[in-house]
């Protein structure tokens, strides 16, 4: 089946880029996604990228995809202390528009 | 931006008793609900499709006697857990999906049974 596989601990410095990386198995998917999980809550969406797309821009965000080799990363510039959470990466195929997701990479910003 | 909301967001049930949990998407219609199940510090795990009108999709191993799923409406979906355990306890997310195959999460209910 589909899998998606993350590291699972980033620390940065405040003021600092991180680069988040997340890696999947199903040349399929057609919609890649970030989501942020802070804690005790939900999912937030934070930016989804068409497969036929290579990067998406987003105010302090930057999504990369590289097809070939499957490879999604999200990268936050200026990170900020408000940043500290979990960020999920999440693969969207044409199964009945269901989404895999990553475990998780837990983002700690240091000040 | 789509938001869903989820009712209650925190319960406490005893053991052997049903807890029903609400999700629902305000201001947008959601063809498709999904409900996952998170346990601390993990990935989420889909429990479930559903579409609005038919009959859940359970994931392998998920027991659909157990998690009753209905989607009553375009804007409705309920999880009910019966005859719950302690086991049972854990963060329950739905999320909607629009047919551009967009999908917005719920803030999450936190289950737990003594």
């Known amino acids: 089946g589909e899998d998606v596989e993350q590291s699972l601990f980033l620390s940065v410095r405040e003021g600092d880029s991180s680069v988040i990386n997340c890696t999947y198995t199903?040349?399929?998917?057609?919609?890649l996604y970030w989501y942020k999980q802070e804690p005790g809550a939900g999912l937030q969406l934070l930016t989804y990228?068409?497969?036929?797309?290579d990067m998406k821009q987003d105010q302090r965000l930057t999504v990369l995809l590289n097809k070939k080799d499957k490879h999604l990363s999200l990268r936050i510039a200026d990170t900020q202390t408000g940043d500290s959470a979990i960020y999920f990466c999440?693969?969207?195929?044409?199964?009945?528009?269901?989404?895999?997701f990553g475990d998780g990479t837990t983002l700690t910003v240091k000040p | 931006g789509a938001v869903v909301s989820q009712h209650p967001s925190w319960v406490i049930c005893k053991s052997g008793t049903s807890v029903k949990i609400e999700c629902r998407s305000l201001d947008f219609q959601a063809t498709t609900m999904f409900w996952y199940r998170q346990f601390p510090k993990q990935s989420l795990m889909l429990m479930a499709t559903s579409n609005e009108g038919s009959k859940a999709t359970y994931e392998q191993g998920v027991e659909k006697d157990k998690f009753l799923i209905n989607h009553a409406s375009l804007t409705l979906s309920t999880l009910t857990v019966t005859s719950a355990h302690p086991e049972d306890s854990s963060f329950y997310i739905c999320s909607g999906g629009t047919v551009s195959y967009e999908q917005y999460f719920g803030p999450g209910t936190r289950l737990t049974v003594t």
């Open positions: 990228i068409f497969s036929n797309m």
């Open positions: 999440a693969e969207k195929g044409t199964n009945a528009g269901k989404s895999t």
């Open positions: 199903d040349s399929s998917s057609t919609y």
